[in-house]
């Protein structure tokens, strides 16, 4: 606290002894003794609740910083969702916008003799909803239970048939591809 070196004290002790007295000397540096404890006490205490307070306030600003970068971050995520969704809806749009252009070619086509007839169409059409229909009812089950990729020397049997070697002389079960990419 204070700069004293030993010869400063010595001084310090001689002077009270020749102003206070030998008998009264004891008596007064006690209780000097007690006020600088006491002083010394309230210094520490001050600088602890220092110490506190500004660990208090740089909390505080960080939890103001984070509730920031929160809400910047739900604005972005919510921006995003809806440049998503529109960016849904423009394709979806340019999907039934190219699905009647093909529809309309597809009649032209019908009308004159080159080409698919109206009822080809008409099927080819229904069989790929079906085939979408499939994998959408499928992707759940794709997805909890992980498929077996065929090894390099197993060729997988094309069109749901079976493979050239028979079940039965093989270990290996008969495999199957399924529309949605899965084997069985």
């Not at 995520?77 to 190219?98: F, Y």
């Not at 049997?157 to 591809?177: K, L, N, T, V």
């Amino acid at each position: 606290m204070f700069d004293l070196g030993f010869s400063e004290l010595l001084v310090i002790g001689i002077v009270a002894l020749v102003v206070i007295g030998p008998e009264r000397l004891p008596k007064v540096a006690r209780s000097a003794g007690q006020w600088l404890g006491r002083l010394n006490r309230y210094v520490a205490q001050v600088k602890q609740d220092i110490d506190r307070d500004m660990k208090l306030e740089e909390l505080r600003k960080m939890q103001q910083e984070m509730k920031e970068s929160a809400q910047r971050f739900e604005i972005m995520a919510n921006d995003t969702a809806r440049d998503v969704e529109t960016a849904a809806r423009e394709m979806e749009t340019t999907v039934e916008r190219e699905g009647a252009q093909i529809s309309k070619v597809m009649q032209a086509m019908s009308s004159t003799d080159g080409g698919l007839t109206m009822k080809e169409w008409d099927r080819i059409k229904a069989e790929e909803v079906d085939v979408a229909k499939q994998e959408d009812s499928a992707r759940p089950l794709a997805e909890a239970a992980s498929p077996t990729k065929p090894s390099p020397d197993e060729a997988p049997a094309s069109d749901g048939q079976a493979s050239a070697a028979s079940p039965e002389s093989s270990s290996q079960p008969a495999r199957r591809d399924y529309p949605d990419g899965s084997v069985g």
